[in-house]
């Protein structure tokens, strides 16, 4: 996949969460900040929208108050860069878990709130892309006393990569609202001109491969790339670091830098690399 446009999904695909209507039924494109239906000209990618289930004696309006309350957040941050809407969606001892699958894995990426806040002050210090398409299905969402979980998919469009991937969160019930504790990630599958890659044990195995050859041939965009496409942002911002250490590091290279270090949440660095990137 060309670089920038993995760079461009990453930062906008890789975290945009299943959203509801008050029905609990959602299929829908991202909205412009002026509350218009869709986001720029990006069509809408394909999911099948399904309903919320109650699960016990918990009603389920209480299982759409879980749901609006991460949909706004997040729709407040990803779409209108809203940090402090964005933010009060999160628990002082909330984690965010950036995989490669459900189950836990050793490419596991996990974040604490203030490195999700330090980042995401990075990433939403810019205008928001216009071009960028989403969808919500399969919410479920379990409600027990102060605690709830909540699973579901999206599908993204963004700059003609469409994205699939799946959340987990564990949430808590405060005196001010629903709070996450935990968010978990992972990518389902995506697709961009006609190529899909469907994430499995077959498709990790291949992307490692990848990234074997391309230490093997010894060129340090190529390791980065395969290293971004693989899901190992830990390594892909280390690399990042020693590709703008060279002498014919680019604009390119340091937004690249950037990137990671949002991915990994090492804010000071997503901001100096980003500087460096706009630099004349």
Same mark, same amino acid.
């Given at each position: 996949?060309? $670089?920038? $446009?993995?760079?461009?999904?990453?930062a906008l695909g890789a975290h945009v969460l299943v959203g509801c209507q008050s029905d609990v039924t959602h299929r829908s494109a991202a909205p412009t900040p002026s509350g218009s239906s869709q986001a720029g000209t990006a069509a809408a990618p394909s999911v099948t929208p399904t309903t919320v289930p109650s699960h016990g004696p918990e009603p389920v309006s209480e299982a759409e108050v879980v749901v609006k309350t991460i949909e706004q957040a997040m729709r407040a941050g990803l779409q209108r860069h809203d940090l402090g809407a964005y933010m009060s969606l999160w628990a002082d001892d909330?984690?965010?878990?950036?995989?490669?699958?459900?189950?836990k894995g050793r490419y596991d990426l996990s974040l604490t709130r203030a490195q999700i806040e330090a980042s995401r002050k990075v990433r939403f210090s810019v205008p928001p892309v216009t071009n960028f398409?989403?969808?919500f299905a399969d919410a479920d969402v379990k409600v027990e006393g102060d605690q709830a979980t909540m699973t579901? $998919?999206?599908?993204?469009?963004? *700059?003609g990569v469409d994205a699939k991937i799946a959340e987990h969160y564990e949430l808590r019930k405060t005196a001010t609202g629903w709070k996450v504790t935990l968010n978990r990630y992972w990518?389902?599958?995506?697709?961009?001109? *006609?190529e899909t890659t469907r994430y499995d044990?077959?498709?990790?195995k291949r992307l490692d491969d990848a990234v074997a050859a391309a230490k093997q041939a010894g060129n340090g965009r190529k390791v980065l790339v395969a290293l971004i496409a693989a899901w190992r942002f830990a390594e892909a911002h280390a690399q990042a670091k020693k590709v703008t250490a060279q002498p014919d590091a680019t604009a390119a290279d340091w937004q690249t830098r950037s990137a990671m270090a949002v991915q990994v949440g090492d804010g000071k660095d997503a901001a100096a690399a980003?500087?460096?990137?706009?630099?004349?």
């Open positions: 996949m060309d $670089l920038r $446009l993995l760079v461009v999904w990453l909330a984690t965010l878990v950036v995989a490669r699958r459900e189950t398409a989403i969808e579901w $998919l999206v599908a993204t469009d963004v *700059g990518p389902v599958q995506h697709s961009r001109q *006609g044990t077959a498709s990790w980003r500087a460096k990137a706009v630099q004349p």
